[in-house]
């Protein structure tokens, strides 16, 4: 897979799609944004590394049907793709969150499957 401004949209997009699911509560689109193998590793802030598909399901699960106000304001987003690896580096701060907290620097890898990241 070629570097192209497009397969920066792409990720980008992806990215988006799955704030969208965080901010909406919407496990089917979260499951939509993940692969469903044992190869794939989550860390939420707090928690333990989560290994594969199942574990990590549950957790979104945990997340999406908790307590609390799932909204973010995302900054400094930048995006490398090389080959059909890619990851998104960027602040996440709660907006909601008292008292106000500083951001969280996140990082996303992904490996592009093909027909989608």
């Given amino acids: ?8 949209a792409t990720v980008l997009a ?3 799609s799955f ?3 965080l901010e909406g509560r919407d496990m089917a689109a979260m ?3 993940w692969e469903h193998s044992n190869d794939v590793v989550c860390v ?14 549950d957790s979104w699960d945990a997340i999406l049907n908790g ?6 304001i995302l900054t400094k987003t930048t995006v490398r793709v090389e080959g059909d690896t890619a990851w998104v580096v ?3 701060r709660w907006p909601t969150a008292a008292p106000a907290r500083l951001p969280a620097p996140m990082c996303f890898a992904a490996t592009a ?3 989608s990241w």
Avoid: C, K, V
């Fill in 14 to 16: 992806a990215n988006q």
């Fill in 67 to 72: 307590p609390g106000h799932n909204q973010f």
């Fill in 113 to 115: 499957i093909p027909g």
């Fill in 1 to 8: 897979m070629s570097t192209t401004p497009d397969s920066h």
């Fill in 44 to 57: 939420h802030p707090g928690w333990t590394i989560l290994r594969g598909w199942t574990d990590i399901a």
């Fill in 31 to 33: 499951s939509a944004a």
């Fill in 90 to 92: 960027l602040d996440e």
């Fill in 19 to 21: 704030y969208d699911a």
